[in-house]
């Protein structure tokens, strides 16, 4: 393999590990990142799970494109295999399927594309590596085969006063919604940005989020970076029919959504992403450290923001103030 | 395909079977009319013609009738002029006879004549008008006269039968002083001198006929007869009971003026409204006077006469004239709405035909934007990689540029001290020691490091990846002929490693490729449309693949054609979908995955260069499709 410079700045070196099948992509990021971290490679999605096995990391990049098995694929192996793992995808094409996988089964820290920006990477790098040695402990050491994140939390702390918000200007998410959770918890419906934040306001047990991707002319990617910041324990789902794969990776990069579902949507599969994301909101809740694993990129400072959505409606403005208001 | 785009519909004429039924009508009544009318006219004119002929034979009748009653007085005036006394019992005898045989025969008589020849006096004549000068003195002397002695009527014997009662007794007659009747008296003048009979005209009102008896300038006497002639002519006229006629004589001019009816009779009803047209009128002349004869058809004399000819024919003209009405519009009608129907199936044909050339346009449009898009997909990431990497590499290059700046300015600044070493002051040196070990440690962390190294091998990836998007431009520019002639002289097997550069990243995933290129001689082609069959070949073979396989490309020469393969292990195909595989629009993908029209478009365009498209299959072994092309076109 590579030569690296071990240089011990204290407890041992992190480890990245590197998945792509072009050599150079894995030539530049070891470059990249010799002298901070313990860089691996490898060129396809077999040999890192056999070096896995070998030995964890806690942050793994890899392609999405590659022959064999996916990059996708490949962390739907490492979240069974390692859920401690920070997983970031850094792919040449984005097309929408892949990047909706990517979300929902392979629940990647971030979705970065092909070139990418040295010090970007760093920065979200360095996020990974932070939370993973901070979250390590309590996600367990690697654990058998098959078990999945659920196992990790403690039966009690699912709650059934967690509560449900859904946002979108059709009455029928709501009411399918409703329907699903059979009265088993409160679900609170707005239809607009300015009811969802008195809703917020309002009850605090509001724990999942249901969301369209826009509400009006608005999409929510900033909305839901600000709720990240104020909440960050709640857990969004969004449903939409837009099929707009850039938007589906600024609401994984900024929005750190928890899934993404298409409509019309099929009652099964959200009955089980919404029982998915309550249990981890109560994870999320109960563990505020885990909040670490779900760091948006930094979006622009919410000043700005106003400024640039001036012509939006007054709804985001208000939540805005809103949101400005609870963080003091 | 082509009759469609300029189908002119012939125009359907919806009026024609009316108008033809019409025609056939028209003639067929005008010729059904003209037949009747002809037969009818010809039973006219055969009734007519019978009708002249049984005038003719009436008038012939009469005419012999006279000729022989003249006969019959010339007999008898024959037998006075041998010597027969008319007084004689013989002759008597010979008189009655005839009478009995001519009722028309009212009387005979005889006038007879003095002894003496009357003289002739001069004041007789007209003519001397000469007067002897010498005595016109004396007195003339009293012409003498021819008065003969009176003619006188010696005989008269009646016709005891028909109208000769009229002649009542015969006394009467003997009792006339026959000078005093002029007429008489002129005849008998004229008669003496001529001996031809001179006379015949009404005496008393009755017709009467004088013939001399003897020698001119010694007559005896003269035979009187006295006629009836429309006796004569009632008996000529006569016809038969059957005969179905009218008959009827008239004397123009009627004792009251006008015209007298003498005789009728008529054997039928009268026929009624215009046949009562069918009547002749005949002059017969007897005696010197003309008498009319009117023949008129009765019922029997026609219906005797007609055929139901013009019946048959007014009818079976008509019905052969509806017939032929009803089956010529049938036809026509048939054929009108024919072409109706063919004109409105052409239009819509025509425009099925269109829509579904704009359809065919629209699906090839969209087929190759599908596949457009799935080369775009794939050169995208083909194009992001190098792209990361060198992106990733001269960023890098600048931080370590940025931290060998300070060292390089350092170095120089260390060893510029050098050349004043010995004007230093010890202190100098010492700081000048301890800033060249400093840089000492510095440059040998960038040692450590690897930084020289590292710089080596990103710019030297970094070089190698432009050359790789170099080549990846190149080959799409190739791939789609842009710059370049549409037909051109090119090695396939050239076409085969551009396509599979493009498609690189569609295969990596899913197969190795197994390529098995035997040098091929340049062909005549279209390349971009090759180009885009063995892609379509190629993405169909990496969609049959499952989980991973391989693909493997053969090209050969072979019995004057170019042979290239693109065979796969992948799910293969059974004999039903094999059977439909270059339809358009079918295809084995789901809904909105594919237009089904690779295949067939692939296989047009391998037509079109005079090739063949051939497939080869088996269910969980693999297909292989050979495109064939023949080498001389």
Same mark, same amino acid.
């Given at each position: 393999?590579?030569?690296?410079?071990?240089?011990?700045?204290?407890?041992?070196?992190?480890?990245?590990?590197?998945?792509?099948?072009?050599?150079?992509?894995?030539s530049?990021?070891?470059?990249l990142?010799k002298?901070?971290?313990?860089?691996?490679?490898?060129?396809?999605?077999?040999?890192?799970?056999?070096?896995?096995?070998?030995?964890?990391?806690?942050?793994?990049?890899?392609?999405?494109?590659?022959?064999?098995?996916?990059?996708?694929?490949?962390?739907?192996?490492?979240?069974?295999?390692?859920?401690?793992?920070?997983?970031i995808?850094?792919?040449?094409?984005?097309?929408?399927?892949?990047?909706?996988?990517?979300?929902?089964?392979?629940?990647?820290?971030?979705?970065?594309?092909?070139?990418?920006?040295?010090?970007s990477?760093r920065?979200?790098?360095?996020?990974?590596?932070?939370?993973?040695?901070?979250?390590?402990?309590?996600?367990?050491?690697?654990?058998?085969?098959?078990?999945?994140?659920?196992?990790?939390?403690?039966?009690?702390?699912?709650?059934?006063?967690?509560?449900?918000?859904?946002?979108?200007?059709?009455?029928?998410?709501?009411?399918?919604?409703?329907?699903?959770?059979?009265?088993?918890?409160?679900?609170?419906?707005?239809?607009?940005?300015?009811?969802?934040?008195?809703?917020?306001?309002?009850?605090?047990?509001?724990?999942?989020?249901?969301t369209?991707?826009?509400?009006?002319?608005?999409?929510?990617?900033?909305?839901?970076?600000?709720?990240?910041?104020?909440?960050p324990?709640?857990?969004?789902?969004?449903?939409?029919?837009?099929?707009?794969?850039?938007?589906?990776?600024?609401?994984?990069?900024?929005?750190?959504?928890?899934?993404?579902?298409?409509?019309?949507?099929?009652?099964?599969?959200?009955?089980?992403?919404?029982?998915g994301?309550?249990?981890?909101?109560?994870?999320?809740?109960?563990?505020?450290?885990?909040?670490?694993?779900?760091?948006?990129?930094?979006?622009?400072?919410?000043?700005?923001?106003?400024?640039?959505?001036?012509?939006?409606?007054?709804?985001?403005?208000?939540?805005?103030?809103?949101?400005?208001?609870l963080?003091? | 395909?082509?009759?469609?785009?300029?189908?002119?519909?012939?125009?359907?004429?919806?009026?024609?079977?009316?108008?033809?039924?019409?025609?056939?009508?028209?003639?067929?009544?005008a010729?059904?009319?003209?037949?009747?009318?002809?037969?009818?006219?010809?039973?006219?004119?055969?009734?007519?013609?019978?009708?002249?002929?049984?005038?003719?034979?009436?008038?012939?009748?009469?005419?012999?009738?006279l000729?022989?009653?003249?006969?019959s007085?010339?007999?008898?005036?024959?037998?006075?002029?041998?010597?027969?006394?008319?007084?004689?019992?013989?002759?008597?005898?010979?008189?009655?006879?005839? /009478?009995?045989?001519q009722?028309?025969?009212?009387?005979?008589?005889?006038?007879?004549?003095?002894?003496?020849?009357?003289?002739?006096?001069?004041?007789?004549?007209?003519?001397?008008?000469?007067?002897?000068?010498?005595?016109?003195?004396?007195?003339?002397?009293?012409?003498?006269?021819?008065?003969?002695?009176?003619?006188?009527?010696?005989?008269?014997?009646?016709?005891?039968?028909?109208?000769?009662?009229?002649?009542?007794?015969?006394?009467?007659?003997r009792?006339?002083?026959?000078?005093?009747?002029?007429?008489?008296?002129?005849?008998?003048?004229?008669?003496?001198?001529?001996?031809?009979?001179?006379?015949?005209?009404?005496?008393?009102?009755?017709?009467?006929q004088?013939?001399?008896?003897?020698e001119?300038?010694?007559?005896?006497?003269?035979?009187?007869?006295?006629?009836?002639?429309?006796? /004569?002519?009632?008996?000529?006229?006569?016809?038969?009971?059957?005969?179905?006629? $009218?008959?009827?004589?008239?004397?123009?001019?009627?004792?009251?003026?006008?015209?007298?009816?003498?005789?009728?009779?008529?054997?039928?009803?009268?026929?009624?409204?215009?046949?009562?047209?069918?009547?002749?009128?005949?002059?017969?002349?007897?005696?010197?006077?003309?008498?009319?004869?009117?023949?008129?058809?009765?019922?029997?004399f026609?219906?005797?006469?007609?055929?139901?000819?013009?019946?048959?024919?007014?009818?079976?003209?008509?019905?052969?004239?509806?017939i032929?009405?009803?089956?010529?519009? =049938?036809?026509?009608? $048939?054929?009108?709405?024919?072409?109706?129907?063919?004109?409105?199936?052409?239009?819509?044909?025509?425009?099925?035909?269109? $829509?579904?050339?704009?359809?065919? =346009?629209?699906?090839?449009?969209?087929?190759?934007?599908?596949?457009?898009?799935?080369?775009?997909?794939?050169?995208?990431?083909?194009?992001?990689?190098?792209?990361?990497?060198?992106?990733?590499?001269?960023?890098?290059?600048?931080?370590?540029?940025?931290?060998?700046?300070?060292?390089?300015?350092?170095?120089?600044?260390?060893?510029?001290?050098v050349?004043?070493?010995?004007?230093?002051?010890?202190?100098?040196?010492?700081?000048?020691?301890?800033?060249?070990?400093?840089?000492?440690?510095?440059?040998?962390?960038?040692?450590?490091?690897?930084?020289?190294?590292?710089?080596?091998?990103?710019?030297?990836?970094?070089?190698?990846g432009?050359?790789?998007?170099?080549?990846?431009?190149?080959?799409?520019?190739?791939?789609?002929?842009?710059?370049?002639?549409?037909?051109?002289?090119?090695?396939?097997?050239?076409?085969?490693e551009?396509?599979?550069?493009?498609?690189?990243?569609?295969?990596?995933?899913?197969?190795?490729?197994v390529?098995?290129?035997?040098? /091929?001689?340049?062909? $005549?082609?279209?390349?971009?449309?090759?180009?885009?069959?063995?892609?379509? /070949?190629?993405?169909?073979?990496?969609h049959?693949?499952d989980?991973?396989?391989?693909?493997?490309?053969?090209?050969?020469?072979?019995?004057?054609?170019?042979?290239?393969?693109?065979?796969?292990?992948?799910?293969?195909?059974?004999?039903?979908?094999?059977?439909?595989?270059?339809?358009?629009?079918?295809?084995?993908?789901?809904?909105?995955?594919?237009?089904?029209?690779?295949?067939?478009?692939?296989?047009?365009?391998?037509e079109?260069?005079?090739?063949?498209?051939?497939?080869?299959?088996?269910?969980?072994?693999?297909?292989r499709?050979?495109?064939?092309?023949?080498?001389?076109?």
């Open positions: 393999m590579y030569k690296s410079t071990l240089i011990f700045l204290g407890p041992v070196m992190q480890k990245l590990l590197c998945v792509d099948d072009e050599q150079f992509i894995l530049a990021l070891h470059r990142f002298s901070q971290y313990d860089v691996r490679v490898a060129l396809s999605g077999a040999e890192a799970l056999r070096m896995l096995a070998d030995q964890p990391v806690d942050v793994v990049i890899s392609d999405q494109r590659m022959p064999g098995m996916t990059g996708v694929e490949l962390f739907k192996q490492i979240r069974e295999l390692a859920p401690a793992t920070m997983r995808l850094l792919t040449g094409y984005a097309d929408l399927p892949a990047t909706i996988e990517a979300v929902n089964s392979g629940e990647v820290f971030r979705y970065v594309t092909k070139p990418w920006s040295n010090d990477l920065m979200t790098v360095a996020l990974a590596m932070r939370a993973a040695l901070r979250t390590a402990p309590m996600l367990g050491p690697q654990a058998a085969p098959g078990q999945e994140i659920r196992a990790a939390v403690p039966a009690a702390l699912t709650d059934p006063e967690v509560q449900v918000l859904v946002l979108d200007r059709d009455p029928g998410l709501a009411d399918l919604t409703r329907e699903l959770l059979n009265g088993e918890r409160g679900v609170h419906a707005a239809a607009s940005l300015d009811q969802a934040a008195d809703l917020l306001e309002a009850h605090p047990q509001i724990g999942v989020l249901l369209e991707a826009r509400v009006g002319s608005d999409d929510l990617v900033h909305v839901l970076a600000s709720l990240r910041s104020v909440r324990a709640l857990c969004c789902i969004v449903a939409s029919r837009l099929a707009d794969a850039q938007l589906v990776i600024r609401l994984i990069n900024q929005g750190q959504i928890y899934r993404y579902i298409g409509k019309p949507v099929n009652p099964d599969k959200l009955r089980s992403e919404l029982s994301a309550l249990r981890r909101h109560v994870q999320l809740r109960g563990t505020p450290t885990l909040h670490d694993r779900h760091v948006g990129e930094l979006v622009k400072p919410i000043q700005e923001s106003i400024e640039h959505n001036h012509r939006s409606g007054s709804g985001l403005r208000a939540l805005f103030a809103r949101v400005a208001s963080f003091r | 395909m082509t009759r469609f785009e300029n189908a002119q519909p012939r125009p359907a004429r919806i009026w024609l079977p009316w108008l033809l039924a019409l025609i056939i009508l028209a003639v067929g009544g010729g059904t009319f003209m037949a009747w009318r002809y037969f009818h006219q010809t039973e006219q004119q055969g009734l007519r013609t019978a009708l002249a002929e049984h005038t003719s034979a009436s008038q012939n009748r009469a005419n012999a009738f000729a022989l009653t003249g006969d007085v010339n007999a008898l005036s024959g037998m006075l002029n041998a010597g027969l006394d008319p007084q004689s019992e013989v002759f008597r005898r010979y008189v009655q006879q005839v /009478l009995r045989r009722p028309e025969l009212m009387a005979v008589g005889f006038v007879s004549l003095p002894a003496t020849p009357p003289v002739v006096t001069p004041a007789v004549s007209d003519e001397s008008a000469e007067v002897d000068q010498e005595h016109a003195q004396e007195p003339p002397p009293p012409p003498v006269t021819a008065s003969p002695a009176e003619p006188a009527l010696t005989l008269l014997l009646v016709n005891e039968q028909g109208p000769g009662t009229a002649m009542g007794d015969g006394a009467r007659w009792g006339i002083d026959l000078g005093e009747l002029q007429p008489l008296k002129n005849a008998l003048a004229r008669s003496q001198l001529t001996s031809t009979v001179e006379y015949s005209g009404l005496v008393e009102g009755q017709w009467t004088l013939t001399p008896v003897g001119p300038g010694a007559l005896r006497g003269h035979l009187l007869a006295f006629l009836a002639p429309q006796v /004569l002519l009632q008996n000529a006229v006569v016809g038969q009971p059957q005969d179905g006629l $009218r008959r009827q004589l008239v004397d123009p001019t009627g004792s009251s003026g006008g015209p007298r009816l003498l005789y009728e009779e008529a054997h039928g009803q009268p026929l009624g409204g215009d046949a009562a047209q069918l009547s002749t009128q005949t002059d017969i002349s007897a005696l010197g006077q003309r008498w009319t004869l009117q023949l008129a058809a009765l019922q029997p026609v219906q005797a006469r007609s055929t139901a000819l013009p019946q048959y024919a007014l009818i079976g003209g008509g019905v052969l004239t509806a032929l009405a009803v089956f010529v519009f =049938m036809i026509s009608a $048939r054929s009108a709405r024919v072409q109706q129907l063919v004109n409105r199936r052409t239009a819509e044909l025509s425009e099925a035909y269109q $829509r579904l050339r704009d359809s065919e =346009m629209m699906a090839m449009q969209s087929e190759k934007m599908s596949s457009l898009g799935q080369m775009v997909a794939g050169v995208a990431h083909e194009i992001n990689t190098p792209l990361g990497f060198i992106s990733s590499n001269v960023q890098l290059l600048r931080e370590l540029l940025g931290r060998l700046r300070p060292l390089m300015d350092n170095q120089y600044k260390l060893l510029s001290a050349p004043h070493w010995t004007r230093l002051a010890p202190e100098q040196k010492q700081l000048w020691f301890k800033a060249a070990l400093q840089q000492g440690s510095a440059l040998k962390s960038v040692r450590e490091e690897g930084l020289s190294d590292d710089l080596e091998s990103l710019t030297g990836e970094s070089l190698s432009l050359e790789r998007l170099t080549d990846l431009v190149l080959t799409l520019k190739n791939f789609s002929r842009l710059d370049r002639a549409m037909i051109d002289e090119v090695d396939l097997n050239t076409c085969i551009d396509t599979l550069k493009i498609s690189h990243n569609v295969i990596k995933q899913k197969a190795d490729v390529k098995d290129l035997q040098p /091929l001689p340049k062909i $005549r082609c279209n390349p971009s449309q090759i180009n885009q069959v063995l892609l379509n /070949l190629i993405t169909n073979a990496a049959a693949i989980r991973f396989g391989t693909l493997e490309i053969l090209s050969r020469v072979e019995a004057q054609e170019i042979r290239i393969s693109v065979r796969d292990n992948g799910r293969g195909m059974d004999p039903g979908v094999l059977s439909r595989i270059f339809e358009p629009f079918f295809t084995t993908k789901g809904q909105g995955e594919g237009t089904g029209l690779g295949l067939a478009i692939s296989q047009k365009i391998v079109e260069h005079g090739g063949q498209l051939e497939v080869q299959s088996e269910p969980g072994v693999g297909s499709f050979t495109i064939r092309l023949p080498l001389n076109r």
